[in-house]
């Protein structure tokens, strides 16, 4: 069935869990009547449950319709997905109950979107479908949530700013994050837990490869590393760093909008990408940036035996199970973004600054609002990316190279900020 004269804008996948509910109170409170949408899960008195509560929230919803189908099943869920323009996908731990989705998405001819981070799923992905995808125009768009819309999106808008203010691609970006408030459900446990417990030589070669992902287009874009895990002395933001959690996913994702976008894209031909926690200037942030690294190094070691992992998995919340609702609505987060401009002949580039950031929770608050409005995207703006020029018609993507800056104008109008400062001074 042609996109057009399907039922559906979108279905959202995984409706009754932790993030999928957030996605779904997001559309009854802003988008309800305006866009025609499903629930979808693999119980249905679950998801009957979910849209009474949304009834609370607004009545309308009432009506919303249920699809139901089980997540290995394949005739069940392509019968789901030919109804849709957009899937958007929440159920996971991806790796185990999201490979039929993303498989009959391709085959169906529907775009899709989700909020993994498990890059060895979205490498394997790559392998099996970006060709099919890409020559069937369909967009399978992983990472759109906090992993790694802020880095993927943050990078590309200080791309742009370089390319049409200052006249240069951009050689460098660095993506400090700052101080920040938030929780973490069960589910995003449960995908990281899997990750490292059935692939740790998998995950040994994205800790080590700037490239993971990116290499799948052999091209040559450079020789980015990923940041280091002590305590280091950023040269143009000017201050001290610790590691990130997030950037073993983030970084790969950034240098594969690299991939997919290059070479006509703002990107340098040696665009190097860093990822790393604000420590601060002076002894100040070096002693701040030396407990950041400390604090991972002791936790990665617990987490590598199996007694420390076991009692993570006692302390964490069950699948399901997530922040309170006080700590979504009072939680923040803020990355800092600098820019160095390519020059010739090795001579110093600009340093410009950014930002961005949200007033609220970023795992699941901030999280299942970047999803949403990348679906929005990807169902309503399909005419404003196409006239951008700049984003591929198809293939396993990233959201910069799915739907690049008219996404991040769908984000700053939903509340989030996205904003370049200009020069340092």
Same mark, same amino acid.
């Given at each position: 069935?042609?996109? %057009? ?14 993030? &999928? $509910?957030?996605? /779904?109170?997001?559309?009854? !409170?802003?988008?309800?009547? *305006? ?6 899960? !693999?119980?249905?008195? $679950? ?9 609370? =929230? ?6 919303? @319709? ?5 997540? $290995? ?12 323009? #957009?899937?958007?996908?929440?159920? &996971? @731990?991806?790796? $185990? ?21 498990? #890059? ?22 992983? /990472?759109? &949530?906090?992993?790694? =819309?802020?880095?993927? =999106? ?17 050689? *460098? ?6 101080? &920040? ?32 992902? +990116? ?10 590393? @990923? ?89 964490? @919340? ?52 970047? #999803? ?11 005419? %404003?990316?196409?006239?951008?020029? *700049? /984003? ?9 190279? +799915? ?10 109008a939903a509340g989030l900020k996205f904003t370049v400062h200009g020069p340092a001074k």
């Open positions: 069935m042609a996109l %057009a004269a399907r039922p559906y804008q979108i279905v959202v996948w995984g409706a009754t869990g932790f993030t &999928g $509910k957030l996605v /779904c109170e997001h559309i009854s !409170r802003d988008y309800a009547g *305006k866009i025609k949408w499903a629930m979808a899960g !693999r119980d249905r008195q $679950k998801l009957e449950k979910v849209r009474q509560e949304l009834c609370t =929230i607004n009545p309308d919803v009432k009506d919303v @319709p249920l699809l139901v189908a089980d997540a $290995k099943n394949a005739a069940e869920v392509g019968n789901m997905l030919q109804q849709t323009k #957009v899937v958007l996908s929440v159920a &996971g @731990p991806f790796a $185990k109950i999201g490979n039929e989705v993303v498989a009959q998405a391709v085959e169906q001819g529907t775009h899709y979107c989700d909020i993994t981070g498990e #890059v060895t799923w979205v490498k394997r992905n790559m392998e099996k479908y970006h060709a099919t995808a890409a020559a069937k125009g369909v967009k399978i768009v992983h /990472c759109c &949530g906090y992993d790694s =819309i802020p880095s993927d =999106i943050g990078a590309l808008m200080m791309a742009d700013y370089a390319e049409k203010q200052l006249g240069k691609k951009v050689a *460098k970006v660095y993506t400090l994050a700052g101080t &920040g408030k938030g929780g973490f459900s069960g589910g995003t446990v449960a995908s990281g837990m899997n990750m490292m417990e059935t692939e740790p030589q998998e995950m040994s070669k994205v800790a080590r490869d700037q490239y993971y992902l +990116a290499s799948y287009h052999n091209k040559q874009l450079g020789n980015d590393k @990923p940041a280091p895990f002590w305590p280091t002395k950023l040269q143009e933001p000017g201050e001290w760093a610790g590691p990130f959690i997030m950037e073993g996913c983030n970084a790969r994702v950034v240098q594969l909008s690299n991939a997919l976008l290059s070479p006509q894209g703002p990107y340098g031909r040696d665009f190097r990408y860093t990822e790393m926690m604000a420590g601060g200037e002076g002894w100040g942030g070096f002693i701040k940036a030396s407990l950041i690294s400390g604090i991972m190094a002791v936790g990665g070691l617990a987490l590598s035996t199996s007694l420390g992992m076991a009692l993570f998995k006692k302390l964490v @919340p069950n699948p399901g199970e997530g922040p309170s609702l006080e700590l979504q609505r009072t939680g923040f987060w803020s990355h800092k973004i600098v820019g160095v401009t390519e020059e010739p002949n090795g001579q110093q580039g600009t340093v410009f600054t950014g930002e961005c950031g949200d007033k609220r929770d970023p795992g699941y608050w901030s999280t299942s609002r970047m #999803v949403l409005e990348s679906a929005l995207c990807l169902a309503l703006d399909d005419e %404003a990316i196409k006239q951008s020029g *700049k /984003c591929r018609d198809g293939g396993v993507l990233t959201p910069a190279s +799915a739907m690049g800056l008219v996404l991040m104008e769908r984000l700053k």
